[in-house]
């Protein structure tokens, strides 16, 4: 068998691939990406290939992609690790014209449709799915390498050759869980080429499968047999045959014939029909039941996942891999002799039914779960309407249909098959161009162009403690009123810095990331301020933070942004108590801002507590919160009272004087006789959705470095009156609005000493 031409292919179309992969500088899936990125960093940090996120192991099964994606994040920054990413993913992706080739080789013997099928296994609009830190990459190539094990194990049946196929398939499923379907695809496909010789001449497959099932009883008995699929463990509990299956399994079965350019689907689906009735020889028998029951298995497991976890919108991404069957048995019909009449109409009117029913949603640019949607918004313009849409491709489909089935009554028999399969395979790489063409024509769900090199810009932390470091990052709203830009700010802030190896939260607050991603909660003692886990050297902070700051030395201020070099064990230099968790006061509430006293502080001494103070206000255009010009607030110390302002266009900055005693604390105290309705509380997707009253939002709380002189608390009141009094003691160091951190400088002998 010849080896260099698929070789050849496969390096040249690797190539022209990795040429396109490598314009993409940002990622378009979040989480996803995010998951397979910290996947790969913990192997390349820990030298181990065990799936461990935030330093905790989890229980992911995917672990093949981290384990190639870790030979790009060994040295350097993330984004330039991430243009080697994108280069791997081509190389990775494209590879799955190599099986290809071989499969269809086995089936029909020849060079030139061999190379055919695996030209265009990589010319289909779901390569592009190689442009980003997705599980696909390797997905696509190692489930061909198990079909081929499966095909040649049913074909020729073997100890080894069964042997073989168990082995590719805890491969494909090491790729992807998903996979785990190709289990069901082997005893099915024995079943029906063999049927009662099937556990005779399989006798490993027979006594690994007993063994299979009795592990699954077992886990059953447990109570953990979810546990087997990792993450994906939640997909074997509830309804496995949700309402709506057969309408959403036809709207599958379109979705994949239009992204092959319907005839492949319809002749190839009709030829495996055929085959596997009247099989011409042994080959042919096995090719077909492998494919008609993985085609079949993988069309019902995405289709019964989309219904249950995906809203019931059809996404062809989880069922693409069944492409290069489908064309491989479109290209087998055309080099052979085989007659289709019944299983040619069977699958047309299978094919017609679904793009009667289909969706055809317009994303109106290119979506990750659905590559092959991008034609939909131009189906449904020329059209008119969804209706039109779906009349037009329907009869496009039995049109094409009839023409093959006319083919042989012409003179020429076979001139208008062969031409309607050089269109369609013709038809693929303009899909695939088209798919393409509306990954770059749009802004990614980042907000950015994606071919926008984000090196120097959100890889700042790196850039300051260096890769290799430890950071903690504390989520929180960057941007009042704007849920998925804060949460997308953390996504950034994590994606982009090897560093970031920690998220702690107060427990449900903010949490932007699934269960996927392990927690860390934390907590502070009231009298103290000491926190109950000291994660890492380096924490990051929002400036907005109103709950509490983790004292330590700043490093850097970036993009609102503060890298503390932590004090150990941690504690929280201020905790505040009386808010909702973004900063809003509660109608009727006083909220208090507690300042703890350094670690060896002696005797009570003035500090300054810097507010940030904002009304009310719109938070985005058309908004329906709204604008306060005029919201009187109060803010008193144990030294001090003031009163001022707000509205809902600035923020009104006051400082406030404040007595802390040593080995204690002392509390500042915020009110505001006034509330209205403000939007929802930003925590979670949720609760950002349900409006609620409040008073003044805090923007900002610092509590300046400066030590000041000794005090002595002693509450004065009155606005004016007490700013006089303030001023005739020995006045505090007192910063500016910014210095809510404690800097470099500060840990001076002369800063420092009261």
Known sequence: ????????????????????????????????????????ISVDRLGSPLPRVHGVLIPNVDQLYPLLLAIAYRHGLVPDALRTAHALNAWAM????????????????????????????????????????????????????????????????????????????????????????????LPAAVLLVERRAAVARHRLLAWSYALIAAALVALLAAGRA???????????????????????????????????????????????????????????????????????????????????????????????????????????????????????????????????????????????????????????????SLAGARALLALATLLLAALVALGPSLRRRRALPLALAALALAALPAETADAFAALFGHGGPSGRPLTLAQGGVFDWVDRTVGPAASVTIVPYPQLAGEYWASVAYWWDLEFWNESVDRAAYEPH????????????????????????????????????????????????????????????????????????????????????????????????????????????????PGGS?????????????????????ANGRDRVVERIAVCVPAHGFADVRISTPDHSPVYGDMRDQSSVGIGREAGVLLTEVALADEIGPRCRAAVRRGGRGARETAAARPSPR??????????????????ASP
């Open 625 to 645: 919160v709204p604008l306060v010009t005029r919201r009187p607030f109060t803010v008193a110390s144990d030294v001090e009272r003031e009163e001022g302002v």
């Open 226 to 384: 979810a546990s087997a699929l990792g993450t994906y463990g939640a997909t074997v509990g509830g309804d496995l045959l949700p309402s709506g299956l057969w309408r959403s399994l036809l709207d599958h079965v379109a979705m994949l014939a239009l992204g092959l350019a319907i005839l492949p689907v319809v002749v190839g689906v009709a030829w495996m029909l055929s085959a596997a009735a009247r099989p011409d020889g042994r080959e042919e028998q096995a090719f077909a039941a492998v494919a008609l029951a993985t085609l079949v298995l993988l069309a019902l497991e995405v289709t019964v996942f989309d219904l249950r976890f995906g809203n019931g919108v059809a996404r062809d991404r989880y069922l693409f891999y069944a492409a290069p069957l489908v064309l491989t048995a479109f290209v087998a019909a055309l080099a052979g002799r085989r007659r289709l009449r019944a299983s040619l109409l069977a699958s047309a009117l299978l094919v017609a039914s679904g793009f009667a029913v289909a969706r055809l949603p317009d994303y109106g640019g290119f979506d990750a779960d659905a590559p092959a949607s991008t034609l939909d918004g131009s189906l449904r313009a020329a059209a008119g």
């Open 94 to 185: 494209s590879s799955a014209c190599i099986p290809a080739f071989l499969l269809a080789r086995r089936l029909t013997g020849r060079l030139l449709p061999s190379l055919a099928v695996a030209l265009a296994t990589v010319c289909v609009p779901w390569i592009a799915l190689a442009s980003f830190l997705l599980t696909e990459s390797v997905g696509y190539p190692a489930f061909l390498w198990a079909v081929l094990a499966i095909e040649r194990a049913v074909a020729v049946p073997s100890r080894r050759g069964d042997a073989v196929a168990l082995l590719g398939i805890a491969l494909a499923i090491l790729a992807r869980t998903q996979f785990v379907v190709l289990g069901l695809v």
């Open 509 to 620: 607050e903010f949490e932007g990331t699934p269960s996927t991603f392990p927690k860390l909660y934390l907590r502070f003692d009231p009298a103290t301020g000491r926190a109950n886990v000291s994660p890492s050297r380096y924490v990051a902070q929002s400036d907005a933070e109103t709950r509490f700051r983790i004292a330590g030395i700043a490093v850097a201020d970036t993009r609102n942004t503060l890298l503390i070099d932590a004090d150990r064990p941690w504690r929280a230099d201020w905790l505040t108590f009386g808010l909702y968790d973004d900063g809003w006061t509660r109608p009727g509430t006083t909220a208090r801002v507690r300042v703890f006293a350094q670690p060896g502080q002696t005797r009570a001494v003035l500090r300054t507590l810097t507010l940030g103070v904002r009304a009310p206000f719109q938070p985005a």
């Open 734 to 751: 007192r910063a500016p609005a910014s210095a809510g951190w404690r800097s470099a400088a500060s840990r001076s002998p002369a800063a």
């Open 1 to 40: 068998m010849p080896v260099a031409a698929p070789l050849a292919l496969w390096v040249a179309l690797a190539f022209c691939l990795q040429a396109i992969t490598t314009r993409v500088a940002d990622w378009f899936v979040m989480t996803d990406e995010l998951l397979y990125e910290r996947l790969a």
